[in-house]
């Protein structure tokens, strides 16, 4: 019995996580329809702010530590799209 529960916990467990990403699929939709209509000048801006989110979280995902800043960075140099300084 106990591994029923345990199969059926688990699909609960994913359920859970895939109500979880419709509803954050839904505000990330939601919060691009709102910058569409009402600051479309910041398109390249926002395009490249996403593109550097996704290259820390690639260097993250080779398993690199902030706490051991050398590799990362070394990785992040590697991946990164062409950082401008702030203004």
Known sequence: MSVLKEIADSIKAVAEGLQHIRTVAKAVNDGLDYLK????????????????????????GCGLSYSDPLPFHGCWKRYRVGARPLQ
């Open 37 to 60: 209509h009402r600051h479309p000048e910041i398109k390249k801006d926002l395009a490249a702010t996403c593109a550097e989110m996704r290259n820390t979280s690639n260097c993250r």
